[in-house]
């Protein structure tokens, strides 16, 4: 059962997705939005992880956090002060990508139950449970002269974690968020370099891609082109995990030469659980659809969306939380006012990001769990 709740400390609003079973909760998602954006960073981030810290207290001990992510607006001025200030107790990952609300940061963060975290190498952290170990990398970075050098090093060193814990990419990496500085010149690099490790590995368009976001964003560090976070997970079976296609409404990506899956669907014992890709408003045909009108594309995207939950026999109510990307940041009160209208009951949080393709002026990525019958 998913439930919803919306809570206030003095500077911040809190919206917390729950989903529990007969056995109680067994994950949750977090979104802490600022609500005085006149207040300094140092102020900002500090009413942020106050109520973070309120919310674990209506979580109880059995529920931990796996990843947090912090939205910044000034990533140069503000993220050491994340890193001085944040419990390093699970995957970190700070990212340049502005609330739209004004504020100059915000929060997400993924929680589990009767898991126990532990701090591996270079950002690597493992939440194990009784049969499964849910591997989270965040804010992997690589040097190299050129976007695609720092993809290919990114992604090699990640394949190097991976196997140290006797996993792979193809088998074991079910999400992966990249975020691309200057995406509208860089993501052609990008992309070459992930395709290029995707075929050594075996992730090709006859076997099977992963799960993905490629969006706008950058860190702290100006000689930085690209940052990846990664979720893997040891312990499942082949046929726990399916891939979502929705091929009435949407193309292949390999179609337009990119390599990533649309959605996944994990099944657990008590759950299914399903990662949306960052989704456009795009057709079948990989066009897209209503150039320049900002609610026609918002309500294509969400039709994609819909039509890959329904491949998991899922719809929106099964959501857990939203992350929203806008191109033009003059889009977010339409926006925001069709989103709160259309999913009153689920986090979301509106970012500026801009979207892989210059003529998409929206994107959205999810989180769906349901109780597995």
Not at 170 to 199: E, K, P
Not at 301 to 306: S, T
Request: with cysteine; proline share 3%.
């Amino acid at each position: 059962m998913n439930t919803f709740q919306v809570f206030s400390t003095d500077d911040a609003r809190v919206e917390c997705s729950f989903f529990s079973t007969e056995r109680g909760v067994q994950e949750a998602h977090l979104l802490i939005h600022v609500t005085q954006n006149e207040k300094s960073f140092q102020q900002q981030l500090q009413a942020v992880q106050t109520a973070f810290e309120v919310a674990r207290q209506h979580w109880g001990t059995n529920m931990v956090p796996v990843m947090e992510r912090y939205f910044l607006s000034d990533a140069i001025n503000q993220e050491a002060l994340v890193w001085q200030s944040a419990h390093h107790v699970c995957a970190l990952s700070i990212v340049q990508q502005p609330p739209l609300d004004g504020t100059k940061v915000a929060l997400w963060v993924y929680g589990l139950a009767n898991v126990t975290v532990e701090n591996l190498t270079d950002g690597l952290f493992a939440a194990r449970s009784e049969h499964f170990t849910h591997l989270w990398l965040s804010q992997a970075t690589a040097c190299g002269d050129t976007i695609g050098e720092q993809t290919h090093h990114i992604l090699e060193h990640y394949v190097h974690q991976l196997k140290k814990h006797d996993c792979t990419l193809a088998s074991h990496c079910v999400r992966t968020w990249f975020f691309v500085d200057d995406i509208d010149h860089q993501y052609t690099g990008f992309v070459g370099a992930r395709n290029s490790l995707f075929d050594r590995e075996g992730l090709t368009p006859d076997t099977h891609f992963i799960a993905s976001t490629g969006i706008g964003g950058r860190t702290g560090d100006v000689s930085t082109r690209v940052m990846m976070d990664a979720y893997a997970v040891y312990g499942m079976h082949p046929k726990q995990i399916t891939h979502l296609y929705a091929l009435d409404h949407l193309n292949r990506t390999s179609d337009y030469g990119v390599r990533f899956e649309r959605g996944t669907a994990i099944d657990y014992t008590d759950r299914r659980l399903v990662f949306i890709s960052g989704t456009a408003s795009i057709n079948h045909l990989g066009e897209v659809v209503a150039p320049g009108d900002i609610r026609q594309q918002t309500q294509r995207m969400w039709e994609n969306v819909k039509a890959l939950l329904a491949e998991a026999r899922m719809d929106f109510t099964h959501l857990a939380q939203l992350l929203v990307y806008l191109r033009d940041p003059s889009d977010y009160a339409v926006v925001h006012k069709m989103f709160t209208q259309q999913f009153p009951s689920t986090p979301f949080i509106i970012l500026l990001a801009p979207v892989c393709r210059p003529s998409w002026l929206i994107e959205m990525e999810c989180v769906a769990v349901k109780s597995n019958e």
